[in-house]
């Protein structure tokens, strides 16, 4: 809401200057959010300009209504001034008289509220006006906040609507038909051109303002077109209505169109404000000499508003506060900002909402008040006490952390990439159902949630190639969605060198071995055996891809991305960038790792025998194979098995060797070589007998 | 026979050519810079034929009186002439070795550490500093339902500060369970599962599944992504982290919640770090404030960074809001509570002077490498 700073001061004489009442209001809960220092233009005492003025304009949040008005924003200046406000009269001019709904005999109009639940209140006045530009003290204020100024009439509801915070709407009288005025619901399908031009077609439970044969305005929101006030306009009958906010609300949003009015009335305007802002209009006509009132107020009450009333105690508000606020502060503060409390013991008060507070239902809203305008600064830093041991965190912080700290110690950095992505990005991944759809995605590159958090660490190394980074190592974290459900998921990619580059040589580029070995290492931390299977996601390359198992249940994959999928995501087949991918569900990874701590297996008291035996077998002999026939035929001394190295010595020949290192180890005594040597004698026998083995 | 006087100058203009000798040595290419080196040493301090030596040599010629003032103005010079020397002998072996020594300025073998995330490292430190004021850090699901992230906030489906989050909606509702915790529900103040029909805009939504579930009092923060239908700028991504805390017992005032964001902020920005409590609008707390802490970059005497307002925003906070304990089930004449949210990114952003919160998701290397393990 914009104010200027000379207008301001009609209702509070603040000494500050605009700068520093900025500030301190900020702190009070009227955010500054701009200042503009302007000339200072004409006022209405014909006083001569001088000096400068300002515009400010304070952020009003959603709950304050009553300051989307000048008179509003005075009121917080002067609570936090400690200084009167002056409201603008007349507050009850004597030559209005009202006339009730039922007894309207003496005006020339009557007013039916036929959606007495939206419209309760509608006030209403005939005037005989002469249409002419305002003068220039009320088109300079209008101007400074931001209304185009469009003849006095219309100036003046406008100033009235910016001065109390009441919308208010003027219609031809000669443009209505009939003397009757009805506010309805809208019948399906009607239409009203509105003042902007527009064709509007409204439909019930939307509100408008209708003479005996048509809509004329709707309701809060929009005048009609026809009925507007022109040059020739001789006569006017002024509105001042309250529209439950809710119902503006709603239709605002249906029809797209949001005006100052709209604005207003779906905060919740004073719904005791409307007599109010007639009798303000009919006044300011007078004095601009645009018009007078030719009859008496209609103020059509369905439903009276029934100011709430609250009980409030002073142990309440230091209780929720946390601080000392003296009694005299409370009353001085709520007294100020028009509310009334009435005391109904020692600090404890019934206070009354003034109309103009929608907000305020509950003590709790007025201990704000108080608090607010007492000052947060005066808040002491205190604790809250610890009465018990907090609950242990959602386990799965801990959980991942194990994974980040294995993925940073293999060189992989860590990425954050946004759970939309491209449908185009997700359909690789989705394994044939379709992922989960945004209904109003900000753009087609965030339209659907990720199955997969591979999608984004491809995307991080085909953004750090085009880049010109050739070697990527990157992981993230984060959340898988599926319509099964949410899952936590550790997704890696690698491409380029295998290690960092060094100047003593022994570059080579990424292979399925490393990124097998960081599952691996994973699976080590979690403190269970991965095991790799052949069956692959068609992302993968078959054949230089694995599923993961733990237990014989799959948790995830490694291996090389399909080219074509790499290339569709902006890494180009042709720099020969093989992308090796793993992706773990770590739901799954830390159900299967063993439960409580792991214990700790005692040193051998004995000597340990290791024999290195390398077999020559046929290379497409699975080495798990050949260590499950070692193993078995090694009995219970042989305690391990490492392959470690494996060769092709005639290649061509489809014969490989592979060497394994065996540990032989007894708990209770020390091995004799015999002993070892009819293990290694036995374990040949068994490879020549399964895998036709030779040794070498 | 020289007078002190005149010896004195002669020491001072000695001083001055050994000074331009020394920068010509400077100016030399560096492989004959050795060679430079060596005569100028000799020329300076040779035994017999040094520019000092001959200094020395006049010691003899001076009226007693004289000798030990001017033999203490030429050691003085020595000794400037001589430490100079050394520097530049000491820079130019430097860059030779002995045959049998490896290279030491060739680079190490390093094995590639990764490097964290900056957002994932503010994560953790808030998490650090709660877990150590006795907090329970609590993740929660991403896809949410209206209740747990809208109608039990207190913000219904016509309130208007609906409009201050606008919200990513699925194009059809999910009916799975949300992830386990918060599944079952293990207290009869919890509700039967609803379609899940949104992105979560806040971790509040947690702190309502949270209190359903479980009794006061409650010493939470809820960390995670939040989704917001913002466009991109330098400020804003559609989707970003928060934090949010909450504490509820009996008691609980708006003071305790003023000491606990002291705590944080000295914690995540350095001891001495101030907060200011401004008042503001939140559906689910009353009364709410939006917190500063004094300017980081100029200490609260105003710079670009703070607008020349000397604070910066970092969070939203309040005490819950009356109608939010009812819709969990608490008792508002029971216990009070508070609640704060900070985005992680405005952290981050301020931690490290990031001026452009897009940055966080990109993932380029170049800007992850700037962060440690
Ligand atoms: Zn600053």
Known sequence: ?696 | MPTLSELVVRIADDDAAFATALAAVDATPAAARATALDALKIAWVGRKSGRIADLMALLPTLPPADRKAFGQQVNALKQRVEQALAEREATVAATRRPAHAVDLTLPGRAPLLGHRHPLSLVREEVQQIFTRLGYQVLEGPEIEDDWHNFEALNMHADHPARDMQDTLYLNEPLHATPHAPWAAASSARARAPQPLTLLRTHTSAMQIRYMEQHDPPVRLVAIGPVYRRDNLDLTHTPMFHQCEGLVVGKGITLAHLKGTLLAMAEALFGAGTDVRFRPSFFPYTEPSAEVDVRCISCAGTGCAVCKHTGWLEILGSGMVHPAVFEAVGYDPAEVTGFAFGMGIERVAMLKWDVGDIRLFYENDLRFLEQFSV
Request: aromatic share 6%; net charge negative.
């Open chain 1, 1 to 696: 809401m914009k104010v200027l700073y000379s207008w301001l001061r009609d209702y509070v004489s603040v000494p500050d200057g605009p700068a520093e009442l900025g500030r301190r209001l900020s702190l009070r809960g009227l955010a500054l959010e701009g200042l503009e220092p302007v000339a200072a233009g004409p006022a209405p005492d014909d006083a001569v300009p001088v000096g400068d003025d300002a515009v400010i304009d304070f952020d009003v949040t959603a709950n304050r209504p009553d300051c989307l008005s000048v008179v509003g924003i005075a009121r917080e200046v002067a609570a936090v001034y400690g200084l009167p406000l002056r409201m603008p009269g007349p507050e009850a001019p004597g030559h209005l008289r009202t006339a009730r709904m039922a007894g309207a005999d003496a005006a020339s109009f009557t007013v039916t509220l036929d959606a007495p639940d939206l419209c309760p209140r509608f006030a209403g006045a005939a005037a005989g006006v002469r249409v002419a530009p305002s003068p220039a003290w009320m088109q300079h204020r209008l101007q400074a906040l931001g209304v185009r100024p469009i003849s006095n009439v219309v100036d003046v509801t406008n100033y009235v609507m910016l001065e109390l915070g009441q919308p208010m709407h003027a219609f031809d009288h000669a443009r209505l038909a009939g003397d009757a005025i009805v506010v309805r619901q809208a019948r399906p399908g009607e239409t009203l051109v509105t003042l902007d031009g527009k064709t509007r077609t409204l439909a019930p439970p939307q509100l408008v303002v209708a003479d005996r044969d048509r809509a004329a305005a709707i309701g809060g929101v929009m005048g009609g077109l026809d009925s507007e006030v022109k040059d020739t306009t001789s006569r006017i009958v002024l509105e001042a209505a309250w529209w439950r906010p809710r119902s503006i609300r709603a239709t605002s949003k249906a029809l797209g169109l949001k005006t100052e009015a709209s604005t207003r009335f779906e905060r919740g305007a004073d719904p005791t404000g409307q007599a109010r802002a007639i009798a303000r209009a009919l006044a300011l006509l007078e004095i601009l000499g645009a018009g007078a009132a030719d009859g008496p107020l209609v103020d059509a009450v369905a439903i009276p508003h029934v100011a709430p009333a609250i009980a409030l105690t002073h142990a309440h508000v230091e209780g929720l506060l946390g601080m000392p606020v003296p009694v005299e502060a409370v009353e001085r503060i709520l007294h100020a900002l028009g509310f009334s409390a009435d005391a109904t013991g020692p600090g404890a008060w019934r206070v009354t909402v003034p109309g103009w507070r929608p907000d305020v239902t509950r003590p709790e809203d007025l201990i704000e008040e108080v608090g607010r305008h007492h000052g947060f600064e005066h808040l002491p830093a205190t604790f809250p006490p610890v009465l018990q041991a907090p609950p242990p965190s959602d386990p799965r912080i801990a959980r991942d952390a194990v994974a980040r700290r294995v993925m940073l110690a293999l060189g992989f950095s860590e990425a954050i990439s946004f759970a939309f992505i491209e449908a185009a990005a997700a359909e690789p991944f989705a394994a044939g159902a379709a992922p989960i759809a945004l209904a109003n995605p900000l753009s087609e590159t965030f339209a659907v949630m990720r199955p997969s958090v591979l999608p984004g660490v491809v995307d991080a190394v085909s953004h750090n190639r085009r880049h010109g980074r050739r070697d990527v190592r990157v992981f993230e974290i984060a959340t898988a969605f599926a319509a099964a459900g949410e899952r936590r998921s550790l997704a890696a990619a690698w491409t380029g060198a295998a290690g960092g580059d060094h100047w003593s040589g022994g570059r080579r580029d990424v292979d399925f071995f490393d990124i097998a070995g960081a599952v691996e290492q994973i699976g080590r931390a979690y403190g269970v055996a991965a095991t790799l299977a052949p069956d692959v996601p068609p992302y993968l390359v078959a054949g230089r891809a694995a599923a993961v198992a733990v237990d014989g249940a799959t948790v995830g994959v490694c291996g090389l991305l399909d080219p074509a999928v790499a290339e569709r995501r902006g890494i180009p087949r042709a720099d020969a960038a093989d992308v090796f991918v793993l992706e773990l569900a770590l739901d799954a990874l830390a159900t299967a790792a063993p439960p409580g701590a792991t214990r700790v297996t005692p040193l051998p008291r004995f000597p340990a025998v290791v024999r290195d035996l390398a077999l020559l077998v046929d290379d497409t002999l699975s080495a798990q194979s050949l260590r499950d026939t070692i193993r078995k035929a090694g009995g219970d001394s042989l305690i391990s098995v490492e392959l470690f190295d494996r060769f092709d010595p005639k290649k061509g020949d489809g014969k490989v060797s592979l060497a394994f290192r065996l540990t032989f180890q007894a708990p209770d005594r020390t091995l004799l070589d015999d002993e070892v040597q009819h293990s290694l004698v036995r374990i040949h026998q068994v490879a020549v007998a399964e895998h036709g083995a030779v040794r070498r």
